[in-house]
């Protein structure tokens, strides 16, 4: 075995120099198809996610791998920001875990994270910048392994919905959001809009229809720290999976946000029919792809439409129309206003305070006082996960 596979990762090395150094990604067994096809018996794959004590200037430790284990190289694999460094390696299947050493001089590491668990860590008594720790290799693809590198919570994953919330950190920035300025309004404005779709899809009965037909929502955000998946421009999801996941035919919308957060392009992916491009006014009408109405798109779920105020509209076939606008600033940044057969009905405000893990929402009845509440999701800071 060679030197390169046991030490992958060397303190200091640029990731071009990563690149050149590192065994290509064949010798590690992974290729364009193996990554999706290679057996679980043979090949598997892991990520983990080492979480610095306080940011800094973004660097690389040195990790040391069991024989027969090796990191992919590259940018999108070996990933460094000011908060933390994550790193995919692959190698036989070991789902009991195999022992890896970091050693990040000059560097107190805080956290190791995989998957949704914080792993337990063994601190080098002799040397304060070197920790062990046991990694599970187990999944059998690269992609399984993208819960390692995102903190997002889920606060409704039920029949007819999957909702989850994306917590972004510019310290945690990786991939093409390290060249562009930090998206400060559309990432406060999209907790407020996914808070306020999920309310709709529930209070309209779209959850409950979708939820009989066994067909879900997925409400979700956008993520700034993700190589696998680079959700660049920044937009999110009110998408319709004909069937329990994303393998069923769907209609997956990409509402892109401009820089005062407002939606002024939905890029709908449609099983069959590809991307339809949809702007403000233009109606994008979701089917269930059950029967043969509608040139074989079923039967019409909602129709969403982009806003002159650069909120969306959301009708169901039989009303009564609901619709996230702005709020009294005339702008979703701040806030959002749920409209119900297009009177205010709600007031949403939500903050997220991702370093210490609390999303607060505050709705405001406008209709009704008593339809007022404010709630608090607590959640691990580096995970997401639900306290």
């Known amino acids: 075995m060679s030197l390169l596979s046991r030490r992958t990762l060397v303190t200091g090395a640029s990731a071009a120099g990563l690149a050149l150094t590192l065994p290509h990604p064949a ?5 364009a198809s193996a990554e999706e096809s290679a057996s679980a018996a043979e090949t598997a794959y892991a990520a983990f996610r080492v979480v610095r004590a306080r940011a800094g200037e973004p660097g690389y430790p040195e990790i040391t791998l069991p024989a027969g284990y090796t990191a992919l190289p590259g940018e999108k694999y070996q990933v460094a920001s000011r908060a933390e460094f994550y ?36 601190r080098d008594p002799a040397d304060p910048y070197r920790i062990t720790f046991t990694l599970p290799v187990s999944r059998p693809t ?24 994306d917590h972004n950190d510019p310290d945690r920035v990786a991939g093409p959001w390290r060249d562009v300025p930090w998206p400060a309004n559309e990432v406060r404005s999209q907790t407020h809009q996914l808070v306020a779709a999920h309310t709709i899809l529930v209070a309209s009965g779209l959850k409950a229809t979708a939820a009989a037909k066994g067909h ?24 319709y999976n004909s069937g329990a996941d994303f393998n069923a035919p769907t209609h997956n919308t990409h509402f892109w946000l401009d820089s005062d957060a407002r ?69 979703l940044i701040e806030q959002v206003t749920v409209l119900r057969d297009a009177k205010p009905w709600l007031r949403v405000t939500t903050d997220d305070h991702q370093r210490i893990g ?5 709705v405001l009845g ?22």
């Open 27 to 31: 010798q590690a067994g992974e290729s």
């Open 87 to 122: 790193s995919f390696v692959t190698g036989p299947k070991n789902a009991a875990g195999i022992e890896v050493s970091v050693r990040w001089p000059g560097v107190f590491v805080k956290a190791v994270v995989h998957m949704e668990t914080r792993l337990a860590v063994k």
């Open 142 to 165: 690269i992609g399984a392994n993208e819960p390692t590198l995102q903190i997002w919570s889920h606060p409704d994953i039920s029949a007819g919905m999957y909702y989850k919330i």
């Open 216 to 239: 879900r929502w997925f409400v979700a955000g956008f993520e700034t720290n993700n190589t696998l998946h680079a959700d660049n421009p920044p937009h999110w999801h009110i998408s």
């Open 263 to 331: 939606n002024f392009y939905n890029g709908m992916d449609v099983t069959g029919l590809g991307r339809l491009k949809h702007y403000v006014g233009d109606p994008a009408r979701i089917y269930d792809f059950n029967g043969d109405a509608n040139d074989g798109r079923g039967d019409l779920v909602a129709t969403m439409t982009i806003r002159e105020d650069g909120g969306i509209d959301i009708a169901p076939p039989e009303g009564p129309a609901y619709a996230i606008a702005a709020g009294r600033d005339g702008s």
């Open 358 to 362: 609390v999303t607060t929402v505050r």
């Open 366 to 387: 406008l209709q009704d006082p008593r339809e007022s509440y404010a709630k608090v999701l607590r959640y691990d800071p580096l995970t997401g996960v639900l306290i």
